[in-house]
């Protein structure tokens, strides 16, 4: 099992550009997560997917939008990226809800100049 | 939302030594309390947690605590080994799958 995987590994955007960060996990995951981590702030959550067919804003979805585009996949779009969200992005699962151990992936690390 | 706050930022202790981690909490419905160990350039992993109805929970080195009442709760690691110079992160759930991180705790083993 490869877990939870992430790509691109590192991105560097201009602003204004778009991109999608993509997130797949092969443990038969129903919740997904995407999460940021900036330096001295700890991780905090952008959007997530209780089960397939179903999002939700986090603590800090402006900016951002995602799609559950199955069951194992979660991707997260910056339309028009803005050096703010220069910040390293990790995707994560857990098979129901956080009670449940939450796996997370390698992370993106992002560069918006 | 839920506001975690977690100290110190930073930590030393020499090998052997037991090291503490304390998090406080806002939202008195948190019913669930991961601790995440972050090495250097690798992801979160999961090294223990403990739910509202427990006090608290040990598995070898680590151990953490829980008081509810006071909102507040402690990661403890005892007999500290290099291996365990990390950053740690306290969390706290403010609903089924939200969940508020602490800034983190780098600590370092001294050999």
Not at chain 1, 4 to 28: E, H, I, R, Y
Request: net charge neutral.
């Amino acid at each position: 099992n490869a877990g939870v995987t992430q790509t691109p590994k590192f991105q560097v955007l201009k602003t204004g550009q778009s991109m999608t960060l993509q997130c797949a996990q092969d443990m038969n995951h129903n919740s997904m997560y995407w999460y940021r981590q900036d330096p001295g702030m700890g991780l905090r959550l952008i959007y997530y997917s209780a089960s397939e067919g179903t999002t939700d804003k986090g603590e800090v979805p402006n900016g951002y939008n995602v799609s559950r585009l199955n069951k194992r996949e979660f991707s997260l779009r910056l339309e028009s990226a803005a050096p703010s969200q220069t910040s390293v992005y990790f995707c994560a699962s857990s098979y129901g809800t956080l009670q449940e151990t939450q796996y997370f992936g390698p992370g993106t690390r992002l560069l918006v100049l | 939302g839920e506001n975690v706050e977690q100290h110190p930022s930073t930590l030393s202790v020499q090998e052997g030594d037991s090291a503490v981690i304390k998090c406080t909490y806002s939202d008195s419905a948190s019913n669930y309390f991961p601790w995440y160990k972050q090495e250097l350039g690798k992801r979160p992993q999961l090294i223990i947690d403990i739910r509202s109805n427990v006090g608290e929970k040990k598995d070898q080195r680590i151990a953490v605590t829980l008081n509810k009442t006071a909102k507040h709760f402690s990661l403890h690691i005892t007999e500290t080994q290099p291996e365990d110079s990390a950053v740690y992160f306290c969390a706290a759930s403010f609903n089924d799958y939200k969940l508020s991180f602490g800034a983190g705790t780098t600590v370092t083993v001294r050999a």
